[in-house]
C-alpha cells in the first residue's frame, strides 16, 4: 500500500461522516483497520486523536490523525492521487462548485434534514424544515444536470467529492421519510437525482458500505429513545 | 502584478470574510476590480452570481462565479500557483484546512455568542471563547505563523481574529486578548498585522468600531433579524 502501512479509521456504521471516508479509501482500494464506536460512548483513542471536537470520523495515517469528514476525504484524493482516478474534479473551476455544494449541504441542508429525523409532531417546524429540504433537493438536481455534463455522477464518469458529500446522506433521507412519515422524494420532481442515487447506491465503492434504511431507522429511534431518556432525568 | 484574465471581487468593506480573499489576491499579486456591495440593498449582479447565498464575498473570474470565502481561497490557490498559499505535503494540507474550519465552525460563533451576550450569559460565552484561544495558542506554540515561517492558508482564514476581535472587544467591552494566558496567539496577531499584504489591507478601525456599534445596537433591539 501506497503512503505507509498503518491505517486505521475510528468511526460508526450509521454516520454518514464516516461513510464518506470509507467511500474514499474503497475508491482507491486502500485497505484500513475500521474500529467502531459504540454508540453514545467516546473511546479513548477518539477522545486522544481529536482532543479539539472529540468526534467521529478520525482517520489515522502512521499514527498521524486526520479529522473533519471531507477533508480526510481530501486528504485521501492527495496521498493515494496514483491510485484510481481523482475523487476532485480536475478543473480549478469545476473543484470550486464542488466544493461550493458540499459546503452548503453540510451547513444549509443537512441540518434542515436532522429536524425531519428528531421531529416529534407534525408541526410548523417540521413543516419548514420539509420544505427546506425539498428546495434543496430541486437546487441539487440543477446541480446535478451541470456537474455531471450527462455523466453518471456528479464527479462525471466515476464517484466523486460532491457524490461522496451528498451520497452518504441518502440512506438517512429515506430513514427521515420513515420515521417522520413525511414524503420527501419525488421521483417527478427529481428523476436527475433519483437516477443518479441508485447508481451511486450500487457503485462497487460504495455498496457493501451504504446501510440499510430500516437499520437506520432503528437506530436513528434508539438515540432518540436516549435523548428523551436523558432530558427527562 | 500578475494577470490571468479578467478577476472582480464583489465585497464590502466591513466584512472579513471579504478581506481574507483580498489578502490572498494583494500575496499573489494579482490585478483585480473591487466592486462595493450595499448589503442594505443588494445589486443584481450579486444576487445573478450567488442566487442561493445572496453574500459576499463573490469572486468573479472570466466572468464564472465563486462563492464562499475558503472555496474562493482554494481556487485562487489553484489557478494562480506562484506564492502558494496551501502546503503540498497531504498531511499538512489536512491541517492547515482544519484550524480554517476551526475558524468558522467554533472561533466564529464564540465571538458571536460574546459580543451579543448580556448580563449572567456573558461569563459562560467568554469562557467558550477562552477555549478556542487555548486550542489556537496550543497549535501556534513554537512558531510565528499557523502556516510556519510564512503565513498560509490559515493564517488568512483566522486573520480576522487579528482585527475584527479587538474591534469586537472595544464594541462590546470585554477582554480576552491575554498575552499571559494566551502568549503564542498574541504574538501571532502581532506578526500576523506586520505582513504588508495584510497591513496595507485593513478598514479603518474608527469606521469599523462605529460600524459595528450600529450592528450591535441593531441586532440586541431586534434579536431575531
Redesign the interface.
Same mark, same amino acid.
Given at each position: 500500500m501506497a503512503g505507509g502501512q498503518e491505517l486505521k479509521l475510528l468511526g460508526l456504521w450509521a454516520s454518514p461522516f464516516v461513510l464518506r471516508s470509507r467511500i474514499a479509501l474503497n475508491l482507491k482500494g486502500v485497505g484500513y483497520e475500521f474500529l467502531e464506536e459504540v454508540p453514545g460512548t467516546k473511546s479513548e483513542l477518539l477522545l486522544r486523536s481529536n482532543p $479539539?471536537y472529540k468526534k467521529m470520523p478520525v482517520l489515522i495515517?502512521n499514527g498521524?490523525p *486526520?479529522?473533519?469528514s471531507m477533508? *480526510?476525504v481530501? !486528504?485521501i484524493d492527495? $496521498?493515494w492521487d496514483a491510485a484510481g482516478p481523482s475523487i476532485l474534479p480536475s478543473d480549478?473551476?469545476d473543484?470550486?462548485i464542488a466544493?461550493?455544494w458540499a $459546503? !452548503?449541504i453540510d451547513d444549509k441542508w443537512f441540518p434542515s434534514l436532522i429536524k425531519i429525523i428528531k421531529a416529534k409532531a407534525d408541526d410548523e417546524e417540521t413543516a419548514e424544515a420539509r420544505e427546506q429540504v425539498i428546495a434543496g433537493l430541486q437546487?441539487l438536481e440543477e446541480a446535478f444536470e451541470k456537474c455531471s455534463k450527462g455523466k453518471d455522477f456528479f464527479g462525471g464518469e466515476s464517484v466523486g467529492y460532491l457524490d461522496i458529500a451528498f451520497g452518504c446522506y441518502w440512506g438517512w433521507l429515506k430513514a427521515g421519510e420513515k420515521m417522520a412519515g413525511i414524503k420527501l422524494l419525488d421521483e417527478e420532481k427529481t428523476p436527475l437525482l433519483m437516477g443518479w442515487a441508485e447508481r451511486f447506491c450500487s457503485a462497487d465503492a460504495v455498496k457493501e458500505l451504504m446501510p440499510e434504511v430500516d437499520q437506520l431507522v432503528e437506530f436513528g429511534n434508539m438515540i432518540r429513545a436516549r435523548q428523551n431518556a436523558a432530558a427527562a432525568n | 502584478m500578475v494577470s490571468g484574465g479578467e478577476v472582480k471581487l464583489f465585497g464590502m468593506w466591513a466584512s472579513p470574510a471579504v478581506r481574507r480573499v483580498e489578502w490572498a489576491l494583494k500575496l499573489k499579486g494579482i490585478k483585480y476590480e473591487y466592486v462595493e456591495e450595499d448589503i442594505s440593498n443588494k445589486s443584481g449582479a450579486l444576487v445573478q452570481y450567488n442566487p442561493i447565498n445572496k453574500q459576499v464575498p463573490v469572486l468573479l473570474h472570466n466572468g464564472k462565479p465563486i462563492v464562499e470565502s475558503l472555496v474562493i481561497l482554494e481556487y485562487i490557490d489553484e489557478v494562480w500557483k506562484h506564492h502558494p498559499i496551501l502546503p503540498k505535503d497531504p498531511y499538512e494540507r489536512a491541517m492547515a484546512r482544519f484550524w480554517a474550519a476551526y475558524s468558522e465552525d467554533k472561533c466564529r460563533d464564540a465571538v458571536r455568542r460574546v459580543f451579543f451576550a448580556e448580563g449572567g450569559e456573558r461569563a459562560k460565552a467568554i469562557e467558550c471563547l477562552e477555549e478556542t484561544l487555548r486550542a489556537l495558542d496550543g497549535e501556534l506554540e513554537g512558531k510565528e505563523f499557523f502556516g510556519g515561517e510564512n503565513i498560509g492558508f490559515s493564517d488568512l482564514v483566522l486573520g480576522w481574529m487579528a482585527f475584527w476581535l479587538g474591534v469586537s472587544e472595544e464594541v462590546a467591552s470585554f477582554e480576552v486578548l491575554d498575552p499571559k494566558k494566551f502568549p503564542w496567539f498574541t504574538s501571532w496577531i502581532d506578526n500576523f498585522l506586520q505582513v504588508p499584504a495584510i497591513k496595507e489591507n485593513l478598514p479603518p478601525r474608527d469606521k469599523t468600531v462605529a460600524f459595528f456599534h450600529g450592528y450591535r445596537r441593531l441586532h440586541l433591539a431586534a434579536p431575531n433579524c
Open positions: $479539539v495515517h498521524k *486526520i479529522c473533519e477533508i *480526510i481530501q !486528504y492527495g $496521498v480549478p473551476y473543484r470550486a466544493r461550493f $459546503v !452548503y437546487l | -
